[in-house]
T-cell receptor, first 119, second 117 residues
């Protein structure tokens, strides 16, 4: 079984400040890790993902996350946030292809972190 | 690319009626589609996994006779909430997965807000 814990339900920050949204996971198998963003009144959008290779992954809008296997974490960071980054962020884990393909792509989500950027 | 649509975006129905929600992958073929439910201020909970041409796999605690899923083609899956009750009011979200061994990413639809009176 997999689980995801997002340690902060709400994170308020001022514009241009750095931010870190924390995510820890537990799984008995190798995992794929994702961050999704949900803007107000919109659906989830993929922000970035770790499938394999380099443990540091980046998004096109300045976010980055680092897969830390020993600490079972996948924290999301941005060195300088904008007002437009205000949204809810979900961390998710997938075990990819399960035995017989029966658990293909099944995502387990964290509880979400609401990031509010103040001017 | 990788756009997923849902229809309708909002629906209000009377208790006891059935409601069908469509999920379409617009520019890719999705072997697998997923249906989630999101309660206010909570995370997404997977309801079922739907593979084209076969029966859906439901998560524990989800009534398959109440939430009927049909995945008749590689671009369309439907969720029918049968005999809806007020407690079924929620935000229903589908996602579609690109087939292939090198990716494991789901693309999400914008969601359908169901209100049962």
């Amino acid at each position: 079984a997999q689980s995801v814990t997002q340690l902060d339900s709400q994170v308020p920050v001022f514009e241009e400040a750095p931010v870190e949204l924390r995510c820890n996971y537990s799984s008995s198998v190798s995992v794929y890790l994702f961050w999704y963003v949900q803007y107000p009144n919109q659906g989830l959008q993929l922000l970035l993902k770790y499938l394999s290779g380099s443990t540091l992954v980046e998004s096109i809008n300045g976010f980055e996350a680092e897969f830390n296997k020993s600490q079972t974490s996948f924290h999301l960071r941005k060195p300088s946030v904008h007002i437009s980054d205000t949204a809810e962020y979900f961390c998710a884990v997938s075990d990819g292809y399960g035995a017989g393909g029966t658990s293909y792509g099944k995502l387990t989500f964290g509880q979400g972190t609401i990031l509010t950027v103040h001017p | 690319g990788a756009v997923v649509s849902q229809h309708p975006s909002r629906v209000i129905c009377k208790s006891g009626t059935s409601v069908k929600i469509e999920c379409r992958s617009l520019d890719f073929q999705a072997t697998t589609m997923f249906w989630y439910r999101q309660f206010p201020k909570q995370s997404l909970m997977l309801m079922a996994t739907s593979n084209e041409g076969s029966k859906a796999t439901y998560e524990q605690g989800v009534e398959k006779d109440k939430f009927l899923i049909n995945h008749a083609s590689l671009t369309l899956s439907t969720l029918t909430v049968t005999s809806a009750h007020p407690e079924d009011s929620s935000f229903y979200i589908c996602s579609a997965s690109l087939a292939g061994p090198s990716t494991d990413t789901q693309y999400f639809g914008p969601g359908t807000r169901l209100t049962v009176l």
